[in-house]
Structures are given as structure tokens and as C-alpha cells.
């Protein structure tokens, strides 16, 4: 079954892509967990991404992207960096009603984990891959970059990867986790337990750019959480960290405006530290 799978998805990208002369591969709907592992046929729908990949390169960086919606709406899509070489995976995962806390997180980490199982086999570097998203799916990133028991079910670990970049993501507990386990406070009412990126401030953590969009106009706390987190982990040791609060720009128009900084961070490169060291190297 595993080479059947691999040889439909050969197929597909050889019908996608046309001619050597193409300049990037499209792959739509591949299925991040085995069949074995899905539970239901909302999973087996949802639990979907799409790839985008330069045609006739190797060795290059890829980002993978989870859409915002409040872990309750939205969709997988492709961003608009404008630079065709590095790699792009959109993931779709599940929401509530129909799925609920911590499915949203194991899905995230399923597909980064897809993400770098597989990237060689499109001639992606698996030690270029990145993890970014926008509100709910900033949320989602910083907690499996952060959180190291999602991606260890895989048997990887977030040094794996080389870099997160949150974009206007909430670091406390998620308003929509902290409904699905009953809780009865206020919206705004931070919370710091293991749900909450905040919690995972420690010195291993990869290099992380954080981007939110002004103060005077973001949704309430957004920017103050992330600038905690980023002060927390310089406090821990951690010197690959930076903030971004994009001044006139809103929660929604963050979105745009954080392209050019999503794609300086991933042109960087490599991973580092390298997976068996816990050192941070100095940012520029």
C-alpha cells in the first residue's frame, strides 16, 4: 500500500508540473497520517495538505503554514512570499465543533512531522523546514516548535527544525482550549499551563521570530504576549529570538504585511543548532 501511495502522488506531481521548464510543482490533497492511524472520516477529509515546490531544484527551504480561524474556521492555502524558491506547505487540520482540543495540536505536529519525513523526496532540504502560521495557526506552531511531546510521537523533536515564526499568534492558552475544557473565565484572562506556549520557555528552543501587528490596533494582548515570550526566552538563554510589532498594521492586515519577514527569516537557512546540540548560535 505505502508504494502504491507514493507512486499515485509521483503521478499526480508529473501531471501537475508538465515540462522540466515549469517553474514550480503544485500537490494537492496529500493525507498526513497513514489510514492505519485515522479514526473517522472527518479526519480522513480534513487531515490534508498541499504542496508547492520549485521544479528541477534541490536543497531548498520549505515552509509550512497553518491557516488562523480561531481553531474553529479557515483553510489550507498558499501565502504570497513572491519568492518561487522555497517550498510551501499549507495544512489543513481539524476544528470544532467537529474535533476539539488537543486534535488541533496533533494534527499540526502529524503534518510537520509528513513535512520533514518526506520534503526529500521533492528535493526539499529536510533541514531547511519551518513552521509558521497566522493567529490560531501562530498558536499551532509555537506549540509544536515549542512543546517538545507532539513531535516526539514521531519520533522528532522541534530542533529538528530551523526556525518558527508565529505571526500574531496567542502564547497563552488558546481562548477556543480554554472553552473546550470547560473553562469559565474571562476571554482575556491569560492563562500559562501546558497548553500554553509560554509554558515551553526554555534555552533548546529553535530560533523563533515572533510578529504581531501594532499595539493600538492588534487584538488585545496579542502583541504584550508575544513580547513576553520573546523577553522570557532571552531571559532563558535563548539569543536566536526577535520581535516584530508591525506599526498601522491590524490583526487581519498583519497577514500581508508579515510576507517580507517570513521570508527574509526562512532565507537564513540551516537549522541551528545542529540536532545534537542545545547551544544557540548569535542572530545577525
Known sequence: MKTTGFLFVAVVALLMCGTALAAV???????????????????????????RYPEGKTGYATLVWFHGGGLSGGGKHFIPL?????????????LTPKAGHPAYIQD?????????????????????????GHSAGGYLSAMVGMDPKWLAVHGLSPQDLAGIAPVSGQMTKHFQVKKDQGDTGGQFRPLIDPDAPLYYVA????????????????????????????????????????FYEMG???????????????KQFVNRGRRTPPRDK???GDTP
Not at 498601522?248 to 517570513?262: E, F, K, P, Q, S
Request: glycine share 8%.
Open 248 to 262: 498601522g498594521l491590524d490583526h487581519g492586515t498583519v497577514y500581508d504585511g508579515c510576507m517580507v519577514l517570513l
Open 25 to 51: 510543482c503544485e500537490i494537492k490533497d496529500i493525507r498526513y497520517y497513514p489510514d492505519e492511524s485515522v479514526s473517522n472520516d472527518y479526519q480522513r477529509t480534513r487531515c490534508a495538505l498541499d504542496i
Open 82 to 94: 513572491n519568492d518561487d524558491g522555497i517550498a510551501q506547505v499549507a495544512v489543513n487540520y481539524r
Open 203 to 242: 534555552k533548546g528552543v529553535p530560533p523563533i521570530r515572533l510578529i504581531t501587528g501594532d499595539r493600538r490596533i492588534e487584538w488585545k494582548c496579542r502583541v504584550e504576549e508575544n513580547e513576553l515570550l520573546a523577553a522570557s526566552l532571552r531571559a532563558a538563554g535563548c539569543s536566536q529570538v526577535e
Open 108 to 132: 499540526a505536529a502529524a503534518a510537520v512531522a509528513w513535512t520533514l519525513k518526506n520534503i526529500g523526496q521533492y528535493g526539499g532540504d529536510p533541514e531547511k523546514v519551518f513552521v509558521a
Open 278 to 280: 542545545t547551544v544557540q
